[in-house]
């Protein structure tokens, strides 16, 4: 699978890129690329860090949505990367709260 990952800091414009991305799905989609929709009520895909770490270990942003939400949605958008993946489209994936986290372990989750 092939994934561009945009993990900037907080309060460098993420939420732009991120809303640009949306807006410009279909033209991203016909290049070969993809943005995957947003799930679980989160306005982007912070929800890959629930399988990264302790739930307690969350920033607290993140820990205000209940285990039982996280993980339905982290398997929905892992799910969609999936089917992307077969399709043979570079997935684009943007989270702020991605910034400072094990590179590793979102890698490898991505992956599987």
Do not use: C, W
């Not at 949605?73 to 993946?85: D, G, V, Y």
Request: proline share 3%; aromatic share 4%.
């Amino acid at each position: 699978m092939k994934a561009i990952l945009h993990i900037g800091t907080n309060k460098t414009g993420t939420t732009y890129l991120q809303d640009s991305l949306s807006a410009s799905r279909n033209v991203l989609l016909e290049q070969g690329f993809a943005y995957p929709a947003h799930t679980g009520g989160f306005n982007n895909h912070k929800v890959l860090l629930s399988g990264l770490v302790a739930h307690s270990d969350l920033p607290r942003h993140i820990r205000r949505k209940s285990e039982n939400k996280l993980v339905p949605a982290r398997i929905e958008l892992l799910t969609e990367l999936a089917r992307l993946s077969k399709e043979g489209r570079t997935a684009i994936i943007s989270s702020e709260s991605l910034f400072n986290r094990t590179k590793d372990g979102l890698v490898n989750q991505i992956k599987s």
